[in-house]
């Protein structure tokens, strides 16, 4: 079953990483990038999902803001085709936002969850800057 959220703690806790719970219990992550002087926000997910006998939880990371009416062809397009390129995770779209979105088996150890949001957080923020040239997210 889904490892307990204090057992998910003291996995980034292990790894030194530095987040905040939100109100939906999510734990927050912000990366900066001084180099650049863009930062980014990922998350790992509070929940984790019940899957068969085992449990997934995600950490993802907004991109943009989907415009009214959605994306028209080409965005879409280049979106799947983005997916495909990348060796974990996919695009989502959840209400009016991108998000890049990982999905790891719940014990999976702290390196793992680490990395995904390293990986999630760099892949929103480069898809941030190609879609709206900005740093909001």
Same mark, same amino acid.
């Given at each position: ?39 980014? $926000?990922? %998350?790992?997910?509070?929940?984790? !999902?019940?899957?068969? &006998?085992? #449990?997934?939880? /995600?950490?993802?990371?907004? @991109? =943009? ?31 009016? $936002?991108? %998000?890049?979105?990982?999905?790891? !088996?719940?014990?999976? &150890?702290? #390196?793992?969850? /680490?990395?995904?949001?390293? @990986? =999630? ?17």
């Amino acid at each position: 079953m889904a490892a307990s959220d204090a057992t998910l703690a003291a996995r980034l806790d292990a790894r030194g990483v530095r987040y905040e719970r939100d109100a939906d219990g999510d734990y927050r992550v912000v990366f900066a990038w001084q180099q650049e002087q863009r930062s980014q $926000v990922a %998350f790992v997910a509070g929940r984790a !999902h019940v899957f068969g &006998d085992s #449990a997934v939880r /995600e950490v993802f990371s907004p @991109a =943009a803001r989907v415009p009214a009416g959605g994306f028209d062809a080409a965005r879409s397009d280049m979106l799947l085709r983005d997916s495909q390129s990348n060796i974990l995770g996919a695009w989502e779209i959840a209400g009016d $936002v991108l %998000f890049y979105v990982i999905k790891l !088996h719940d014990d999976a &150890d702290g #390196a793992r969850i /680490e990395q995904a949001l390293e @990986a =999630a957080a760099q892949l929103a923020d480069d898809m941030e800057q190609r879609l709206t040239g900005e740093d909001a997210l």
